[in-house]
């Protein structure tokens, strides 16, 4: 099937590993021209050669702090200057903060907002004037399922996640008249560098010894009994952003193997 986006100039931040080297991945094989940003310079870079050797596109590579809003800004400065523009925005970067309610402290808490709300925000907001003037745009949001279901464990993310699910929402209806579309993915565990990160916590968190039973329990919970590949989260994104999908906007879509139980 061709999505009919060959051509389009994409930015995929967290594009150096995982769900965003997938997606950035995906794209290059589609035609699509592609600036990857991450926070660690060797490690984005690194991913951008890999993947023009696996794919032969155009790919460039900018290392930002999605934190630092002035990095924000160079990020789409370079996507001016090597792409000539913006046609589609993957607001991907981002960490988890798991954990129980007495154990978070407001610093993390604050860095994750940081990162995902306002990193996600700020990028929007200098993208879509060049969208709406083209009258074409894409934007995904990578978020997560405890936005929609509470998960005392996920309080930090889920608090995140829940604005980011209201902002997509909002924003698709503000933009919806100059053709950007505004969506979101909801992952539920995916097997990436995250997941690894957060498995001490979630040993404890499920009282098990082993990385191989946390695994084993949290896919559990979903009706697929497995974990997600992030070329299935991929796979989703970018249809979002393709032709294709050019009458869906303000859709979050849950990718978690039948995760989350309620019927949003
Ligand atoms: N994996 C899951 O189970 C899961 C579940 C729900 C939601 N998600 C969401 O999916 C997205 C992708 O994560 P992933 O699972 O693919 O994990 P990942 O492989 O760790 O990818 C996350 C990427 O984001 C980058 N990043 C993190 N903080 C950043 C910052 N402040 N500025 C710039 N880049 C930053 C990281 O770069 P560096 O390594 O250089 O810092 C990394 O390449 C995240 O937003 C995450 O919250 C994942």
């Known amino acids: 099937m061709d999505l009919g986006i060959k051509g389009k100039r994409a930015i995929v931040t967290g594009g150096g590993s995982g769900i965003g080297f997938e997606t950035a991945r995906q794209f290059l094989e589609e035609g699509v021209r592609v600036l990857i940003a991450g926070r660690t310079l060797d490690k984005i870079n690194k991913a951008r050669d890999e993947l023009a050797k696996k794919t032969g596109g155009e790919v460039h590579a900018v290392q930002v702090d999605m934190r630092n809003e002035a990095d924000i800004k160079r990020m789409v400065d370079t996507a001016k200057e090597k792409l000539g523009g913006v046609d589609i925005l993957i607001n991907n970067a981002g960490t988890m903060y798991s954990g129980r309610?007495?154990?978070?402290?407001?610093?993390?808490?604050?860095?994750?907002?940081?990162?995902?709300?306002?990193?996600?925000?700020?990028?929007?907001?200098?993208?879509?004037p060049m969208m709406a003037a083209q009258k074409w745009g894409r934007i995904v949001n990578t978020i997560g399922g405890a936005g929609k279901e509470p998960d005392p464990y996920m309080f930090g993310s889920?608090?995140?996640?829940?604005?980011?699910?209201?902002?997509?929402?909002?924003?698709?209806?503000?933009?919806?008249?100059?053709?950007?579309?505004?969506?979101?993915?909801?992952?539920?565990?995916?097997a990436t560098n995250l997941w690894v990160q957060n498995t001490e916590g979630l040993k404890k968190e499920l009282n098990v010894t082993s990385e191989e039973e946390a695994?084993?329990?949290?896919?559990?919970?979903?009706?697929?009994?497995?974990?997600?590949?992030?070329?299935?989260?991929?796979?989703?994104?970018?249809f979002l952003c393709s032709e294709r999908a050019s009458y869906i906007t303000g859709v979050s879509l849950n990718l978690d193997g039948g995760r989350l139980k309620g019927l949003w």
Not at 175 to 186: K, Q, T, Y
Request: proline residues 4%; glycine residues 6%.
């Open 101 to 128: 309610f007495a154990a978070l402290k407001d610093d993390e808490l604050k860095n994750q907002f940081e990162t995902k709300l306002f990193g996600f925000m700020r990028a929007i907001r200098l993208v879509y």
């Open 158 to 190: 889920a608090m995140t996640n829940s604005a980011l699910l209201n902002m997509t929402k909002s924003l698709s209806e503000e933009f919806g008249p100059d053709n950007v579309l505004v969506n979101a993915i909801c992952p539920g565990w995916v």
């Open 215 to 238: 695994r084993k329990l949290a896919a559990k919970k979903n009706s697929l009994g497995r974990m997600g590949k992030p070329e299935e989260l991929a796979n989703a994104s970018v």
